[in-house]
C-alpha cells in the first residue's frame, strides 16, 4: 500500500463502517411506514435506545480489532470512531481460538 494511502485510511475506516451499517442495519422507510411505526419507536429501536447503541458499538469489536493490528488506530482515529458512535473494546476473540473452537464443534458431530 502506498504510503499517502495508508497515511490517510485511518480516516475512512470508521466512516464508511457506519454509513455501511446504518444501510444494512436498518429497513427502508417504506417498511415503516407500510406498518404505522411512529418514527419516535424507529429512532429508539435503531441506535438512539442505550441498549440499540451497545449493539452498535459491539458489532465493531473484530474491525477495531483488525484497525489496531495493521496500524490503522491513532488518536485521531479514535475520536473518529467516537463520533461515529461506534467506539468501544476491541474483540478479544483471536483467530486460533476461534479455528480451534469450530473444529472441535466438527469433531463432536462425527461418531467414531
Known amino acids: ?3 499517502v494511502l495508508g497515511n ?7 466512516i464508511v463502517m457506519r454509513v455501511l451499517c446504518q444501510a444494512i442495519v436498518v429497513p427502508p422507510r417504506s417498511f ?9 419507536v424507529r429512532k429508539e429501536l435503531f441506535f438512539n435506545a442505550p441498549d440499540s447503541r451497545q449493539a452498535l458499538r459491539d ?6 480489532m483488525l484497525c489496531e493490528d495493521v496500524g490503522l488506530m491513532n488518536p485521531f482515529a479514535l475520536l473518529l470512531w467516537r463520533i461515529c458512535k461506534i467506539n468501544g473494546q476491541r474483540s478479544t476473540a483471536t483467530v486460533a ?16
Not at 490517510?8 to 470508521?14: A, E, F, K, Q, S
Not at 415503516?32 to 419516535?40: G, H, V
Not at 458489532?59 to 477495531?64: F, H
Request: glycine share 4%; proline share 7%; aromatic share 14%.
Open 8 to 14: 490517510i485510511c485511518w480516516l475512512y475506516v470508521p
Open 97 to 112: 481460538a476461534v479455528t480451534r473452537d469450530r473444529s472441535e464443534d466438527l469433531h463432536e458431530g462425527f461418531v467414531t
Open 32 to 40: 415503516f411506514s407500510k406498518f404505522d411505526i411512529p418514527r419516535l
Open 1 to 3: 500500500m502506498p504510503v
Open 59 to 64: 458489532m465493531y469489536g473484530d474491525v477495531r
